[in-house]
């Protein structure tokens, strides 16, 4: 067997512990398109990530975002359907309105308009043409190559602000669990794991929705920061900022053990970023984690330099020091190749 078999047969991650694509080839390629997952999938990762939204006709659509602004050329094609905030959400259009728009490169926009690539080394802004996928389409590509090329990689969906849904009269969760269904992800043994910050949706999810409809998936409780506002509670008085305190606490990780099979921290809930080489430091919600029986999967990895914590020397010193010494379960990472790479050294 030559070196190169050698490498293409050990190129899955050898371990327990896995690689997740972020948003796809992410680093290479406009995040969340086809053309993306494809050069994912052939990076050989464990499992390749999906984020969730939904359309005004309820059909389901692969975008980071609930809105489209960031991503596409909704602001010049449907200029004047932004609501009062200045976005542009998925909601608001159909999927028919969707499949004529231009996906790129994330960018932001400047007050005279100029737009600027959000990670100006990765793919040009508006070069080539990209669109935005359906949740089905995505997985009839991910399951039609692991028949053709005889891998078994598997999905990491997310359903995006299941709360804002909610508060829009529409059941996100149901759907893509629907989906789900459908494609034969029925069980914990199923490929996959189904990821979302929302606790309170997780948590409706395994209590309610999944009994009701004969299934048992591997749950992932997203974590977030209180201030980041990254989940709202709506009520009749308005909306308030939902508290994810809670979770950091003694006994949150036993709480979450109850509902979810892993959680997905940012990194510096694992590692504090007054680290040095010599010196890190982790912090107790991977002990807690670990005593409570949950898979820690943790999110993202990025090879630009600005993206590298002070106390690693570079994108393989931080795989090192989250697989090795903080022994993390799993990563999420822009770049799948080389986090696939390093763990079958």
């Excluded at 007050?111 to 508006?126: E, L, M, S, V, Y």
């Excluded at 990194?267 to 005593?291: C, F, G, H, W, Y």
């Amino acid at each position: 067997m030559t070196s190169f078999m050698l490498f293409i047969a050990s190129s899955f991650a050898s371990t327990n512990q896995i690689v997740i694509a972020h948003r796809g080839a992410s680093g290479y390629l406009p995040e969340h398109t086809l053309e993306a997952k494809v050069l994912a999938y052939a990076m050989k990762p464990n499992y390749i990530e999906q984020d969730v939204v939904m359309t005004k006709d309820d059909k389901l659509v692969i975008l980071h975002d609930r809105y489209l602004d960031r991503v596409t050329d909704v602001a010049t094609k449907y200029s004047g359907r932004a609501r009062k905030d200045g976005r542009y959400y998925v909601i608001d259009f159909t999927l028919k309105e969707i499949r004529t728009l231009n996906v790129t490169e994330g960018f932001n926009v400047a007050p005279d308009g100029k737009q600027t690539a959000i990670f100006p080394n990765r793919f040009p802004i508006w070069k080539s043409h990209f669109t935005v996928p359906t949740f089905s389409e995505e997985i009839e590509l991910i399951q039609g190559l692991n028949k053709t090329l005889g891998y078994n990689i598997g999905i990491y969906p997310e359903i995006k602000a299941a709360w804002f849904y909610r508060h829009e009269g529409k059941d996100i969760s149901k759907a893509i669990l629907s989906v789900l269904k459908t494609y034969g992800y029925i069980s914990k043994d199923s490929n996959i794991y189904l990821q979302c910050f929302d606790a309170l949706e997780l948590k409706r999810i395994h209590d309610e929705l999944l009994p009701a409809m004969g299934m048992d998936l591997k749950l992932v409780q997203l974590m977030a920061y209180t201030d980041w506002n990254e989940t709202m509670l709506y009520s009749k008085e308005g909306s308030t900022v939902y508290s994810y305190d809670w979770m950091f606490k003694d006994d949150g990780m036993k709480k979450v053990a109850e509902y979810a099979d892993a959680i997905g921290p940012w990194k510096p809930m694992l590692v504090d970023e007054a680290s040095t080489r010599d010196n890190i430091i982790i912090k107790p919600l991977m002990q807690k984690a670990r005593e409570a029986g949950l898979g820690i999967h943790v999110y993202t990895f990025r090879a630009e330099p600005e993206k590298i914590p002070a106390y690693a020397k570079d994108y393989d010193d931080m795989l090192d020091i989250f697989y090795n010494q903080v022994k993390v379960d799993g990563i999420f990472t822009d770049y799948p190749n080389k986090a696939v790479k390093f763990l079958a050294k």
